[in-house]
């Protein structure tokens, strides 16, 4: 349902790779039209937080910790689903969002800015390495942050840049369009 709601009437380049990064788990869909191969890991932004961080904010060591963590998920990503076939790269949820909606330094959080607009692996990078180098309390401070992603974002990001950085995307079109598009978009053709 999250490809389907990421991916229809999206102007880019099949086959897609659908990045679905969650609390407890990770999400990767590879197709062109329609779902050709899936996996949900358990990795994501909650998981990954309480498992290595443990300083705010997080040291050199949690922050090589995590990536580490991320890196092995994606050698069993890599194995299961042919993630570098895809061509387009689309990001759902709210750590990809966020991420954008740090990037934009929009003064509120508006989902009609952030839309099917791309962000950069450098974006990415320099983003995560903002909110790497803030407390909880002054990532809660930024005017897109939402209530409870203030402490776990920084794992989400890593999860981003490095799925980025591993499977050669040097951009991410990021969506707001999602699982719940995606069952409304199924109920409607239903």
Excluded at 166 to 187: A, H, K, N, P, Y
Aim: no cysteine; glycine share 8%; aromatic share 4%.
């Amino acid at each position: 349902m999250s490809f389907l709601g990421a991916t229809r009437g999206l102007d880019a380049e099949p086959p897609f790779l659908v990045l679905d990064i969650g609390g407890g788990s990770t999400e990767f869909v590879v197709g062109t039209s329609e779902p050709e191969a899936a996996i949900s890991t358990q990795m994501g932004s909650v998981r990954l937080t309480e498992r290595v961080v443990r300083h705010d904010p997080p040291t050199r060591e949690e922050l090589d910790r995590l990536q580490a963590t991320v890196g092995d998920v994606l050698d069993e990503v890599e194995r299961s689903v042919p993630v570098r076939d895809a061509r387009t790269l689309v990001a759902v949820a709210g750590t990809a969002t966020t991420v954008r909606a740090i990037d934009l330094d929009l003064p509120f959080y508006d989902p009609d800015r952030i839309h099917r607009t791309r962000l950069t692996v450098d974006a990415a990078e320099r983003v995560l390495e903002k909110l790497a180098g803030m407390t909880t309390p002054e990532r809660a401070a930024l005017p897109v942050m939402a209530p409870g992603r203030e402490d776990v974002i920084v794992a989400g990001a890593v999860i981003l840049v490095e799925v980025m950085r591993r499977f050669g995307f040097d951009q991410v079109v990021v969506s707001e369009t999602d699982i719940l598009d995606g069952l409304g978009l199924e109920m409607l053709q239903g």
